[in-house]
């Protein structure tokens, strides 16, 4: 007579989990906003780490606020800069004066608090923005668990070298941006609304294998007109 085979009882609570599908990225046309701090080497060197929280706060607010205040979305934040996106979840519109006027806002904005540093820790910063428009994958990437939103593409790394390209207090946009704005090639200087522009001449950008038209919006300090 064959003995009945024991029988197997959980020792606890079994959980079953729903796993949720990430959702397949999708292209978009947008412009995409990168902003960092300069001189934060420095700031890093001179002051103690418990000094930096707050005046970092202080920067990631103000980018965050003229951000959002132009229908942007932040899409990252991680040391001293920030990547943000306009015209990415609306297929009718791309995004390039909501983008300009949000890193001109940014420039004003981050002067008042630059005087405010300098007079309170004698300390010296600026800020750098680049703009470029064109087509991006927005999705969630990342590692399991902890993916997020983001945009993903050339447009992105373009935009991400005009800001280090730019000098302190300047802004540098694309040509694709000042297409979208109906700004003439030909114009060497022109205003938008009331922002300040100059054309400069083509300069390469690292990794990019030819050189772009771009367009400054120069330091007040620097400006021509």
Not at 8 to 32: I, S
Not at 181 to 196: A, H, K, N, T, W
Request: proline content about 7%.
């Amino acid at each position: 007579m064959q003995d009945n085979p024991p029988k197997l009882r959980a020792n606890g609570a079994l959980t079953v989990k729903k796993v949720r599908r990430v959702p397949p990225a999708r292209t978009a046309l947008a412009t995409v906003l990168f902003a960092d701090l300069r001189g934060y080497t420095g700031l890093a060197e001179q002051l103690a780490p418990a000094q930096l929280v707050p005046l970092l706060d202080e920067f990631f607010m103000l980018l965050a606020r003229a951000t959002h205040a132009h229908g942007g979305t932040v899409y990252h934040m991680a040391g001293d800069g920030m990547m943000a996106g306009f015209g990415a979840e609306d297929p009718t519109h791309n995004g390039a004066r909501e983008a300009l006027g949000a890193g001109h806002a940014m420039l004003e904005n981050f002067a008042v608090l630059a005087a405010r540093w300098r007079a309170e820790l004698s300390i010296d910063t600026g800020i750098g923005v680049g703009l470029h428009m064109g087509e991006v994958a927005v999705g969630l990437f990342g590692p399991p668990r902890q993916k997020s939103p983001t945009l993903v593409g050339d447009t992105v790394n373009v935009a991400a070298r005009l800001c280090s390209r730019a000098r302190a207090g300047e802004l540098l946009l694309s040509c694709t941006v000042a297409t979208a704005l109906d700004i003439d090639e030909g114009d060497r200087e022109r205003f938008v609304g009331p922002i300040p522009m100059l054309h400069l001449p083509q300069f390469a950008l690292r990794g990019r294998t030819a050189p772009l038209d771009i367009w400054c919006v120069p330091a007040a300090q620097r400006a021509a007109f």
